[in-house]
């Protein structure tokens, strides 16, 4: 791509809109710093100086789709308590709506606590249930979704899944067929649980660890001949248009139409891969749904994936930032 082409395709990403549905979560962070170790047991003690609450899971993506111009209308369930408000609170600051949010009597929000000090990632803790959906929260989050579908022009459907529940192998049928009635692409960042249930997709995007544990197969990530036969076999079994795998460190390669693309990763300084999936998918999809073809929004993605990991924590896409980087790495 050229700078016309790039500078074209950001400001495209300006006039659509993502629905996202899945799992999402509260990312709840105490920040500190560590003088002692435990007198009770070898661990470090963390004198918390700062607490933050941000969104997470399927919200993230969100956030990363905002940060990127674009409209992001996110679908799901979470509790009825006190966290689901939490939730819905950190929406409105970060300026979403909550129209595609159900409130059920039966789950919990989901909350991701990380314990950082220095830098330093020290522990985390998940509060969650992960059974499926019930019969009723699965018919209203449904009834939601067509609501939406209805009354508002959708450019891209992007199904997070981060084996929550929400994604039930009904909402995911469902929602896939309506989307091919209405010519939307549709974007999968998958679990290895319903790892074949996204027929017809328009592109899948699992990690080698998913790709690997979905096909029950396992070679060294740097196995070029196993890698593509494990991706051909992937694309025979969902029947989807582009399959692309990140790879880590190597990049990520994809597999379209029958060829392959490899796309090494760029130098950085990594700190944290925490959302960097989460980006990948936002900047493949809108890019998938402004016209771009698989090998140029693979490039792309993994541009933004190596970014967000210089950062600490969770943290969306910074549009000004990569685009710089596009013009000088595309």
């Not at 006190?82 to 600051?93: A, H, I, L």
């Not at 009904?170 to 027929?199: C, M």
């Not at 994809?254 to 490899?262: I, L, M, P, V």
Request: one cysteine or more.
């Amino acid at each position: 791509m050229n700078k016309e082409e790039i500078s074209n395709l950001f400001n495209q990403f300006n006039q659509l809109t993502a629905l996202i549905i899945g799992d999402v979560m509260i990312d709840a962070y105490y920040w500190g710093k560590v003088d002692r170790i435990s007198p009770e047991a070898p661990v470090p003690v963390v004198h918390v100086q700062r607490k933050e609450n941000r969104l997470g899971g399927a919200a993230n993506v969100a956030l990363n789709v905002k940060s990127l111009g674009a409209k992001a209308i996110m679908c799901s369930v979470v509790g009825d308590g006190s966290k689901g408000d939490v939730f819905r609170k950190t929406c409105k600051e970060s300026g979403f709506s909550t129209e595609g949010i159900i409130d059920s009597v039966d789950r919990m929000t989901t909350v991701k606590t990380r314990v950082i000090a220095a830098g330093h990632h020290i522990v985390r803790i998940d509060d969650e249930i992960t059974s499926p959906l019930s019969n009723t929260d699965e018919r209203n989050l449904l009834d939601c979704i067509q609501q939406i579908l209805q009354r508002q022009k959708i450019d891209v459907v992007i199904f997070e899944d981060y084996n929550k529940g929400v994604l039930t192998p009904k909402v995911i049928s469902t929602v896939l067929g309506w989307a091919e009635e209405r010519n939307i692409p549709t974007a999968v960042d998958p679990k290895k649980d319903h790892f074949f249930l996204y027929q017809k997709c328009s592109l899948f995007k699992p990690n080698l660890k998913e790709l690997k544990e979905g096909l029950l197969v396992e070679f060294d990530k740097a196995d070029t001949a196993s890698l593509k036969n494990a991706m051909t076999s992937l694309s025979e079994k969902l029947n989807c248009k582009t399959a692309m795998v990140t790879l880590s460190e190597l990049g990520v390669m994809t597999h379209h139409g029958g060829a392959f693309h490899h796309e090494p990763a760029h130098e950085r300084e990594i700190n944290d891969v925490s959302g960097a999936g989460d980006t990948v998918i936002s900047v493949a999809a809108l890019a998938l749904a402004s016209g771009v073809s698989p090998e140029d929004y693979a490039k792309l993605a993994n541009l933004a994936g190596g970014l967000v990991c210089e950062k600490v924590g969770v943290v969306p896409i910074d549009k000004e930032r990569l685009q710089e980087e596009a013009y000088k790495h595309l």
